[in-house]
């Protein structure tokens, strides 16, 4: 069992692991929005942003660690979110 942490607030979700053992999902951040992020054992949690808004969500994650999720826009709009690596 690995604690992976958070992004500075008081918790997170793992949704999904890659064979790699990349794992992805969301995180509070340590003003209490909840972002998608990334893990890796050699980089850590690492926090995917938004498309301007305040939260987004990582669903899926591919073999070459494409992230695939939503996210709030600045317009408050939830959209579908591709996150390249």
């Known amino acids: 069992m690995v604690d992976l942490g958070?992004?500075?607030g008081a918790g997170?979700?793992?949704?999904a692991v890659n064979a790699s053992?990349?794992?992805?999902?969301?995180?509070?951040t340590?003003?209490?929005q909840g972002h998608a992020f990334s893990w890796?054992?050699?980089g850590g949690?690492?926090?995917l942003g938004t498309l301007g808004?305040?939260?987004?969500?990582?669903?899926?994650v591919?073999?070459?660690g494409d992230v695939a999720g939503s996210s709030f826009t600045t317009g408050g709009e939830f959209h579908a979110t591709l996150w390249r690596t």
Request: glycine share 14%; hydrophobic share 40%.
């Open 40 to 42: 890796t054992r050699t």
């Open 45 to 47: 949690m690492v926090d």
């Open 30 to 32: 340590a003003a209490g």
């Open 53 to 60: 808004g305040s939260d987004s969500l990582a669903n899926a």
């Open 12 to 15: 997170s979700s793992a949704v």
């Open 62 to 64: 591919d073999a070459r």
């Open 21 to 28: 053992g990349q794992v992805v999902g969301e995180a509070t």
């Open 6 to 8: 958070t992004l500075g």
